[in-house]
């Protein structure tokens, strides 16, 4: 058998995904061959390694290297340098545990970073680390789409699983960051079929740029190089055309939070307040209650921080927004609701798995207070306390009752399938959200531009009016 026949068969095996049976051919027939012949057969070597990763046998496919001296520098062919790039792709894939789930579509909320677990920056570069930014310089030189698909592919395993992380590496991220050249990173916005509630959707993601800079300028915030950060966030918003996952707010906030640690508030402020008018996420209510605390404006403190405790948002991730309401209270001179939020802190804190530390900040709050510790068997019980407590200090969390309104257009329909329609209607220059069940007379003739009859339905979010349409006018 000639070695232009061995390596067409194993080719035909890999093709037809037998993997197993490939790399057994091999053994049997390796022999009649020497170790430079086969080397220097880069359809065969490539070959291989695919085999070997489609095996799972990813050590393997390094010690095959090994074996057959085959080099990975400026000199490799892109054919070989594509398939050690996909070996390292899979070996990182397994050695982090990421799902075959795993996929573009969890970005959608990339920047949603204030649920992590609180813990301590890490820093350990793996050998595979190092042997993937190694390779990509000799990916950009090759400059091919194949070189580019598996240069993306990379970028977004080792950025990506290392995000999904309790404790991530920011000092990881920004390494790896460093070994991309953002200006010859993709602008192209893919599309992607997602599930969501059942329904399969067209999904748009971020181009590679776009994630580069959200990367990047997160790992500088997290790791507090305020001033590049802004420049970069700033540069962020100039040169990315088109936005997902609300990446231009979340790029505004770290510009503001780098305005806020370089020692600018008021410009801070109304960053802040610019942002909330796009997006009320609780932990920018809370940022913005801490610079109104440190002006001593205590009255918006505590109505900002309130906001953000009545927001959407696990008790577990607003540990310090506890800490920081007790702050308030205390200087309000409610001493009672002060060490009640303090303990509360603490509390959510040791009934994790294992328990988070307690801040040494945290100890000396409580250690004002002479009352008796709280049992952590009455969590629940002061956790549901305190909510109501919430609900009652903030008028926005008193919904307003059901009232008729008079006639509006319908400016927007969102949905029009099998389970109805939504959309907002304007009246009075203002905008109310609908809906409207399938099973609804009044679906098949509410459409765009109707003029329709309805009321305000009460809502805990006065950004997000609602209405029901009780008819359509002729």
Avoid at 90 to 107: C, Q
Wanted: aromatic share 12%; with cysteine.
């Amino acid at each position: 058998m000639t070695l232009y026949e061995f390596s067409t068969y194993i080719a035909r095996l890999k093709r037809e995904k037998k993997f197993d049976e490939a790399l057994a051919f091999f053994k049997e027939n390796k022999t009649e061959y020497t170790k430079e012949q086969i080397s220097k057969n880069e359809h065969l070597i490539s070959d291989m390694l695919y085999c070997l990763r489609g095996a799972s046998h990813f050590d393997a496919g390094f010690k095959f290297l090994s074996i057959y001296n085959v080099e990975i520098n400026t000199s490799t062919s892109e054919r070989v340098l594509s398939a050690y790039g996909w070996l390292l792709w899979s070996k990182y894939k397994s050695e982090n545990s990421v799902a075959d789930s795993f996929h573009d579509a969890d970005e959608y909320d990339f920047d949603n970073d204030e649920s992590e677990r609180p813990g301590q920056f890490h820093y350990q570069k793996s050998e595979l680390i190092l042997r993937i930014e190694q390779l990509i310089p000799l990916l950009d030189v090759k400059n091919t789409e194949f070189s580019k698909s598996v240069k993306s592919n990379l970028f977004s395993i080792v950025l990506k699983s290392e995000k999904n992380k309790p404790s991530p590496s920011w000092k990881l991220v920004d390494s790896f960051c460093n070994h991309f050249d953002p200006e010859r990173l993709s602008t192209d916005c893919r599309t992607i079929k997602v599930q969501r509630k059942g329904v399969e959707k067209d999904m748009e993601l971020a181009s590679e740029l776009e994630s580069w800079y959200a990367y990047k300028t997160k790992a500088m915030q997290k790791l507090g190089r305020w001033q590049e950060c802004f420049e970069l966030s700033k540069k962020a918003l100039a040169v990315v055309t088109k936005f997902h996952y609300s990446n231009d707010i979340w790029f505004s906030r770290r510009i503001a939070l780098s305005k806020m640690n370089l020692g600018s508030p008021e410009e801070t402020i109304a960053e802040f307040l610019a942002i909330l008018t796009k997006k009320k996420e609780w932990f920018i209510q809370k940022e913005l209650a801490e610079l109104y605390l440190q002006q001593g404006n205590i009255d918006l403190a505590h109505k900002y921080a309130v906001e953000a405790a009545n927001n959407f948002g696990p008790l577990e991730f607003k540990i310090d927004l506890l800490f920081l309401l007790g702050k308030i209270y205390f200087s309000k001179d409610e001493r009672d609701l002060a060490f009640k939020h303090f303990a509360l802190s603490k509390l959510v804190r040791s009934i994790q798995d294992p328990p988070w530390k307690v801040p040494q900040k945290l100890c000396e709050e409580l250690k004002k207070f002479d009352n008796a510790e709280i049992d952590v068997a009455e969590i629940k019980g002061l956790e549901s306390e305190l909510k109501r407590v919430w609900r009652q200090s903030s008028p926005t969390q008193q919904p307003k009752p059901e009232r008729e309104l008079g006639n509006g257009v319908v400016k927007v329909i969102l949905h029009d399938n099998e389970r109805g329609k939504d959309g907002f209607l304007t009246s009075d220059k203002s905008d109310y959200y609908f809906n409207i069940f399938a099973t609804d007379i009044l679906a098949s003739k509410v459409n765009l531009k109707s003029k329709v009859s309805f009321k305000v339905l009460p809502s805990k979010q006065p950004d997000k009016s609602r209405a029901k349409i009780t008819g359509v006018i002729d």
